[in-house]
């Protein structure tokens, strides 16, 4: 007997909220995209203005509601600053807040993470691309 075609399991908001839950800094941020995939989340783009997230998986869409304080961003983007800021966090060097405020003072609006791709697009409030960044498989060495 033919076996029907699996259908992709929903990811929660508490699988969500876990796998966000073991980010420490920069340096856990690998293992965290990687997590994001097993749940069948295929990207998710982060707004740095107000703090809500939109995953998507295959046939799902999730987003959350804004969280912290709004962080005001600058209406114009700041490349240089932006790889400054990126740097010190994936040392592990600052924690996700002071990466948001930093990211936020060098003009990013959102950045997307796409699982599939590993890749990381950051974005100014022009919704101009100001960096993609190669995402390195967990413990795998590279500019992580």
């Given at each position: 007997?033919?076996?029907?075609?699996?259908?992709?399991?929903?990811?929660?908001?508490?699988?969500?909220?876990?796998?966000?839950?073991?980010?420490?800094s920069g340096?856990?941020?690998?293992?965290?995209?990687?997590?994001?995939?097993?749940l069948?989340v295929v990207?998710?783009?982060?707004?740095?203005?107000?703090?809500h997230?939109?995953?998507?998986?295959?046939?799902?869409?999730?987003?959350?509601?804004?969280?912290?304080?709004?962080?005001?961003?600058?209406?114009?983007?700041?490349?240089e600053a932006?790889?400054?800021?990126?740097?010190?966090?994936?040392?592990?060097?600052?924690?996700?807040?002071t990466?948001?405020?930093?990211?936020?003072?060098a003009?990013?609006?959102?950045?997307?993470?796409?699982?599939?791709?590993?890749?990381?697009?950051?974005?100014?409030?022009?919704?101009?691309e100001?960096?993609?960044?190669?995402?390195?498989?967990?413990?795998?060495?590279?500019?992580?």
């Open positions: 007997m033919p076996t029907l075609p699996s259908q992709p399991v929903p990811f929660t908001l508490e699988q969500l909220q876990a796998a966000h839950g073991r980010v420490k340096a856990d941020f690998p293992r965290y995209v990687q997590d994001m995939e097993r069948g990207a998710y783009d982060y707004y740095v203005s107000d703090g997230h939109s995953y998507r998986g295959r046939e799902q869409v999730l987003t959350t509601v804004p969280v912290g304080e709004p962080l005001p961003v600058a209406p114009s983007g700041n490349r932006l790889q400054q800021a990126l740097t010190v966090h994936q040392q592990g060097r600052t924690d996700y807040p990466f948001c405020r930093q990211a936020a003072a003009g990013v609006d959102k950045w997307t993470v796409r699982t599939l791709e590993l890749t990381c697009s950051y974005y100014d409030v022009q919704g101009q100001m960096l993609v960044e190669e995402i390195p498989l967990p413990g795998n060495p590279g500019q992580f």
